[in-house]
């Protein structure tokens, strides 16, 4: 059974960071891409960054760049989202999700990715 679980959200300053962690299991980790996903109550969830099974170069949102580092560890089924210069605008819960395509290129859209995790609160005060 596949399974993927967030953790490392929590309440933080503005400027301040936090790593999020994605443990993954019951899958070949390194064969898949896997995203990061955020969403606030009435919007639709957006992609934050993207990291290729084929170890490409990552993908992020514009809101996130320069700020947002992604990196995989496929020995451990792990990725992690490194959230430094943190503004209140990056409140929302943070989501975790793996999903193969044949795609050399990760992509940035929900509908690619078929495993997902329960999602880790996120909470930037100013």
């Known amino acids: 059974q596949i399974q993927v679980v967030e953790s490392g959200g929590g309440a933080v300053q503005a400027g301040g960071s936090l790593r999020l962690s994605c443990q993954a299991s019951?899958?070949?980790?390194?064969?898949?891409?896997v995203a990061w996903f955020r969403q606030t109550p009435g919007k639709e969830r957006e992609g934050v960054s993207c990291a290729s099974w084929s170890r490409g170069t990552p993908d992020y949102a514009d809101s996130v760049k320069g700020r947002f580092t992604i990196s995989r560890d496929n020995a451990q089924n792990t990725s992690y989202l490194q959230m430094n210069s943190l503004k209140s605008e990056d409140t929302a819960m943070y989501y975790c999700?793996?999903?193969?395509?044949?795609?050399?290129?990760?992509?940035?859209?929900?509908?690619?990715?078929?495993?997902w995790g329960q999602g880790t609160q996120v909470t930037v005060s100013s």
């Open positions: 019951g899958m070949i980790f390194a064969g898949y891409h």
């Open positions: 999700a793996a999903g193969f395509t044949s795609n050399f290129l990760c992509p940035l859209a929900v509908n690619e990715y078929r495993h």
